[in-house]
């Protein structure tokens, strides 16, 4: 299947800094990519929906100031988590779309954890 | 309900077969999906079937879809140790831009 690469897969920051979270699709482009948290034992939460060229579409409750999201080209699109808090801190996955096949295809995810 | 819905966990022995139910919500969807997490890790699709069939069969994998009572069921055959995970199904939600909606995840142990 398709591959989609997260970066990096684990990052520990203080408490009211910055983090950027990468996500590439690696073989084919995507217009659009998803951006999920997940909390422990729990389902993926969709968070915004990243489009090539225009700005984000963020689900209700998703505060879009705190959570940037960017999709600068059809391989890449980043989250940054803005002034981190640790009520932050979560595994975070980001897919990508075939459009092709209309098939979404899951990077490794990234664990946050904020002190 | 709003939610998909699945049941929060089930335990076979090796070479049993395993029977993951789902219990979706929106009837127009027109894909449904499977998907599998393995601990620490993102999600791998296992496969998907589209609304207009009523079984798929993918080697050891059998998805039956029933659109009258939306639900969902994956069976896996002669489940094996390294099937233990998350199972997560999911359907297409939406019309005109569409997203992904996952059920609650269903966890699989299977003990030799």
């Known amino acids: 299947g398709a591959v989609v690469s997260q970066h990096p897969s684990r990052v520990i920051c203080k408490s009211g800094t910055s983090v950027k979270i990468e996500c590439r699709s690696l073989?084919?482009?995507?217009?659009?990519m998803f951006w999920y948290r997940q909390f422990p034992k729990k389902s993926l939460m969709l968070m915004a929906t990243?489009?090539?060229?225009?700005?984000?579409?963020?689900e209700q409750g998703v505060e879009k100031d705190k959570f940037l999201i960017n999709h600068a080209s059809l391989t890449l699109s980043t989250l940054t988590v803005t002034s981190a808090h640790p009520e932050d801190s979560s595994f975070y996955i980001c897919s990508a779309r075939d459009p092709y096949t209309d098939t979404q295809y899951f990077g490794p995810g990234t664990r946050l954890t904020v002190l | 309900g709003e939610d998909v819905e699945q049941s929060l966990f089930l335990s076979v022995r090796e070479g049993d077969s395993s029977v993951i139910n789902c219990t979706y919500t929106?009837?127009?969807?027109?894909?449904l999906y499977w998907y599998k997490q393995e601990p620490g890790a993102g999600l791998q699709l296992l496969t998907y079937i589209f609304s207009n069939m009523d079984m798929k069969q993918d080697q050891r994998l059998t998805v039956l879809l029933n659109k009258k009572d939306k639900h969902l069921s994956l069976r896996i055959a002669d489940t094996q140790t390294g099937d233990s995970a998350i199972y997560f199904c999911a359907e297409i939600k939406g019309t005109g831009f569409q997203k992904l909606v996952f059920g609650t995840g269903t966890r699989l142990l299977v003990s030799p």
């Open positions: 073989d084919f482009q995507a217009t659009t």
């Open positions: 929106d009837s127009s969807s027109t894909y």
């Open positions: 990243s489009n090539e060229g225009s700005k984000a579409t963020y």
